[in-house]
């Protein structure tokens, strides 16, 4: 039971009660703020938060690649909501349909799961430099969590990254360091040339560490539904660390007898730039270069040469009998548009795995008596751009007319 008692207006000291819709103070026009009576918290919480909740991804340590003596490197990452969305599932066609909304991490995606996780590993092995390979969220990410731990971090950032990510890599102390480069194979060559020569690598998969955290999507989705897995995950796909290590912890569930089946495993690309998604449509083991990365809003995911071809990623998908499904920029925006009625702010690359659930529902590759998950990975914060709707009108009214502002109020405001 909450230990919330009341509305208490800061200005004026007006008191007003809990369970109805307030805003501003009734009386004087201040800022409500609520009471607590601390008296009423159970005595218990402290001790129940601690030994579960509040570890959040660290809760299944056990399950994780570091040492008992091992002191993570936190931010409080993992846990995040797993959001029903019966109202989006039932005009989509959908039995049952959770949003993963991994937006909500402490740098705004799901790469903190990996960065947690490979920055303490790097900090036990006693690394003291880094850097990473990064569209932009990844660096974002390594930024933080070097920071946190005292490691020298250089981020090797995609030139056609948001200004924002770089901003934001660097508001975290990393060295930022631009990134040209024609195609991804080109990248992920120098990479694995530079392997061993430079500092230590962060870059998802020849960092062995990173995927092994997104283990933590497989148990936290499981944990959430009573410890049954869905029929399908959708995760969008640019090296496919994310679904692979997913992947990788729904099988481990099983094995361990937590769960009893296994989800089908879902890749969504933007189709300017599908190398995963033509390998599966010709039903190969590994990925030919396709594409064009600087041709979509879907940036992060833009990969048109996955390194090691794409191996791993096409394995889960194969083992798991799901596939891969490539979405155009407009169904990205479109789903940026549900998911901002859901009340997520996602990028283009997160909203990618709801536009490939429209299209598989489309193409009948999911069945609507399915249950499905999509991860919400990245918020659309830090691809600001990508949020305005070009065409929606932005009515103006000016603070010296309050008449003009009731008028336009008065006209109501969900689009
Ligand atoms: C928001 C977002 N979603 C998905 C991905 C793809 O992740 P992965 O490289 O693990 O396939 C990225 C990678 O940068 C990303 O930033
Ligand atoms: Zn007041």
Redesign the pocket.
């Known amino acids: 039971m909450t230990s919330a008692i009341e509305y208490v207006c800061d200005r004026c000291d007006a008191r007003v009660r809990l369970g109805q819709p307030e805003n501003l103070c009734r009386v004087c026009g201040g800022l409500l703020e609520i009471r607590y009576d601390l008296g009423q918290v159970p005595p218990d919480l402290r001790a129940r938060a601690a030994a579960t909740r509040a570890a959040r991804m660290w809760r299944w340590r056990d399950l994780l690649p570091v040492g008992p003596a091992a002191e993570p490197v936190s931010l409080g990452e993992g846990d995040t909501p797993l959001l029903a969305a019966p109202g989006l599932g039932e005009r989509l066609g959908l039995r049952r349909l959770w949003l993963k909304n991994d937006t909500l991490m402490p740098t705004g995606?799901?790469?903190d799961r990996g960065f947690s996780l490979a920055v303490t590993v790097a900090t036990e092995l006693g690394l003291r430099r880094a850097f990473t390979y990064?569209?932009?969220?990844?660096g974002a990410s390594l930024a933080a969590y070097a920071a946190r731990a005292g490691i020298d971090a250089t981020v090797l950032v995609e030139y056609l990254a948001s200004p924002v990510k770089v901003a934001a890599i660097r508001g975290y102390g990393a060295r930022v360091v631009s990134l040209r480069f024609g195609s991804s194979a080109e990248i992920f060559s120098a990479l694995e040339a530079i392997e061993g020569k430079a500092p230590y690598s962060f870059v998802?998969f020849i960092n062995p560490v990173r995927?092994e955290a997104m283990k933590t999507y497989a148990y936290e989705i499981c944990e959430a539904l009573d410890w049954r897995a869905p029929d399908v995950m959708l995760?969008?796909?640019?090296?496919?660390?994310?679904?692979y290590g997913a992947w990788k912890g729904f099988r481990e569930l099983r094995e361990l007898g937590w769960i009893d089946r296994l989800p089908r495993m879902i890749g969504v690309q933007p189709a300017a730039c599908a190398p995963i998604v033509a390998a599966v449509e010709r039903g190969d083991t590994i990925a030919r270069p396709a594409g064009d990365p600087a041709a979509t809003i879907a940036q992060?995911?833009a990969?048109d040469a996955p390194i090691q071809q794409g191996e791993r990623?096409l394995r889960a998908i194969r083992e798991s009998g799901g596939t891969a499904v490539a979405v155009s920029d407009s169904q990205l925006t479109e789903a940026m548009r549900l998911l901002g009625r859901e009340g997520i702010l996602a990028?283009p690359?997160?909203a990618a795995p709801l536009a490939g659930l429209i299209e598989c529902l489309r193409t009948a590759a999911v069945s609507p008596a399915s249950e499905a998950v999509c991860v919400i990975?990245?918020s659309g914060l830090k691809q600001p751009a990508d949020l305005a709707q070009p065409g929606d009108p932005v009515t103006e009214v000016s603070a010296g007319d309050p008449g003009e502002i009731l008028r336009v109020l008065d006209e109501g405001g969900t689009s």
């Open positions: 995606s799901f790469k990064s569209s932009g969220n990844a998802n995927h995760h969008p796909v640019g090296t496919g660390g994310g679904l992060s995911i990969a990623v990028e690359s997160a990975t990245g």
